[in-house]
């Protein structure tokens, strides 16, 4: 279940010459034309989330009382709390055991296309694989998929990593469609858990504080040193033209149960997209694990999808059904899949 635009995939590869038939417009004039309403369509998009992603532009120009209201309203997108509504953990008994094959392909997909751009290549849990020639690869993608896999995976031929794989399947608007990757590397138990439009790392607070004091350090000194070799915090954009960015994450000196801490707490959810993700990277403590939060919405839309609904019909049931299997289906809602 793709919800961007979509696009023929030799198309993204190889562009037509002069002359040839697109969609049927023959003319050179026709295509002018589509091309002229096609780049003020994307001006448009673009003026209206640079307009989003600002402070206030009208600040000083409203009632009090509808200053207040939207004064309001950029507190709560730039909290981390309302970052976290849209990944919420549950306990790690409700998780239903899958295999990879298991997973639908789409969200397969989008989690190994989102770790492509996160992690460093080592670290990603799943091999590459060398990308079949154009014209054998069949149906379309979304433009997400193709920037983020045109040099990197083979797009329909994913295979399984090292990874073990967990899967939670909302019940109720309140939850969270949830895929969760377990795996470890150099010593380190590493999870990642995918919703909808945010990813979520965690590291084992006990493993971290073990490694560094062997490493003869203390803890937050040995993140330091470790999160950049994790996560590509310096480098450039999927973009054309590419920007160079070079994230700081400022960690807390006492990482204690509840801290919550962001690369940059000014930064409202709004104007925030998958391409940009390096703009802001929230973290905080809970259960013993240091998490990090990553946003990865579309460019198109300010505000989060609704991430129960993240799974389509399908995989839902298969998830629900797997749970009653291995005793994990919540007595209290016998019906929440039909």
Aim: charged fraction near 30%; hydrophobic fraction near 35%; charge should be negative.
């Amino acid at each position: 279940m793709h919800t961007g635009q979509r696009f023929d995939h030799p198309a993204l590869i190889r562009q037509p010459s002069v002359g040839h038939n697109v969609n049927g417009i023959q003319s050179p004039k026709h295509r002018f034309v589509v091309g002229c309403i096609l780049v003020s369509v994307m001006i448009l998009l673009c003026a209206v989330c640079f307009i989003q992603a600002q402070d206030d532009p009208y600040r000083g120009q409203r009632s009090p009382e509808s200053q207040a209201k939207v004064d309001d309203y950029f507190k709560k997108v730039r909290s981390i709390g309302f970052g976290r509504q849209h990944i919420q953990d549950v306990p790690t008994d409700s998780f239903v055991d899958l295999e990879f094959e298991d997973v639908a392909h789409y969200q397969k997909l989008r989690i190994y296309n989102r770790l492509c751009f996160l992690l460093q290549d080592e670290v990603h849990p799943q091999p590459k694989s060398k990308a079949p020639p154009p014209s054998t690869m069949k149906g379309e993608i979304s433009r997400e998929e193709a920037v983020a896999g045109m040099n990197r995976p083979a797009l329909h031929h994913l295979k399984p990593g090292r990874m073990a794989v967990r899967v939670f399947a909302a019940y109720e608007p309140s939850q969270c469609d949830l895929v969760e990757y377990r795996w470890e590397h150099e010593g380190l138990h590493l999870r990642v858990l995918a919703a909808l439009e945010v990813v979520r790392l965690d590291l084992d607070l006990d493993e971290v504080s073990q490694a560094a004091r062997t490493s003869r350090t203390n803890t937050r000194a040995y993140l330091r040193d470790l999160l950049p070799k994790l996560v590509r915090l310096k480098g450039q954009t999927k973009t054309v033209p590419s920007i160079d960015y070079d994230v700081d994450v400022p960690l807390p000196d006492d990482l204690v149960e509840g801290v919550e801490f962001s690369s940059n707490p000014e930064k409202p959810f709004t104007g925030m997209d998958i391409y940009r993700w390096y703009e802001r990277i929230d973290g905080f403590v809970e259960s013993g694990h240091l998490a990090f939060l990553f946003y990865m919405k579309p460019l198109q839309r300010p505000e989060f999808e609704d991430a129960s609904k993240w799974f389509d019909d399908e995989f839902r049931q298969l998830v629900h059904q797997k749970a009653r299997e291995q005793g994990k289906f919540p007595p209290e809602t016998p019906k929440a899949d039909e």
